[in-house]
């Protein structure tokens, strides 16, 4: 019995040791951002059901896919990244291509663009060549790739940069309705949008006037 304790003591020592000097194994960032995905206190049915949010994002084995509030899973993990539900659609990629798929998984538009993003106003933008433009949840091309950077739809207008760096806001059929002046600008949200010029920051109401000057240093992008 004694010899049993004093070798138990052995081990525990020699354990402790080890340990001590062992250091655990640092996760990828890929490993870290799977591992925040997939925490329930982030993203939580409380989160999702005050931000109207139907499926959250999961990742498995470095693949994405999604489940619902209570944590079931709705579609099995198989794309290389998903964005988050829009619309009742989601841009997803598979090897290197995008595509659409619906809310049960079902491929609306074949992974095809070289890139895709989210739906809004029944728009989403593509790359081709370097540029993007915007097709619509069938995959027809509605405004040609003529940007060099391009944001969503919000209350009808978009936000795109051309080649010059500036940026300015068209609307759903491509059509330029507020021209490129800025140096950054946001989305609209109840009527108004922020932009900077000359590194200040102002506000703008949907025919381009200015509602607040452009004399705020910081501003939230």
Known sequence: MTKQILIMGLL????????????PKEKSDKEQFEEILNDSRVNSKEVGERE???YFQYMENG????????????????????EMFSEGFSAIQVGKKWGLIDESGKYIIEPKFE?????????ASYRANDKYGF?????????KPQFDWVDEFSEG??????DKGKHGYIDTTGKIIIDFQFQ????????QAKFELNNLWGAI???GKIVEEATHKYATR
């Open 12 to 23: 525990t020592g020699l354990l402790g040791l080890f340990g001590c000097d062992s250091k």
């Open 52 to 54: 109207g949010i139907k």
């Open 63 to 82: 693949k994405t896919g999604f489940r619902d509030l209570d944590g079931n899973i709705v579609i099995k993990a198989i794309y290389e990244s998903a």
């Open 115 to 123: 890139y895709l993003g989210s739906v809004h106003s029944g728009l």
């Open 135 to 143: 097709v619509d949840i069938t995959g027809q091309e509605k405004i």
């Open 157 to 162: 207008f978009c936000v795109v940069r051309n």
């Open 184 to 191: 950054y600008a946001n989305k609209f949200e109840n009527g």
């Open 205 to 207: 109401d949907k025919t």
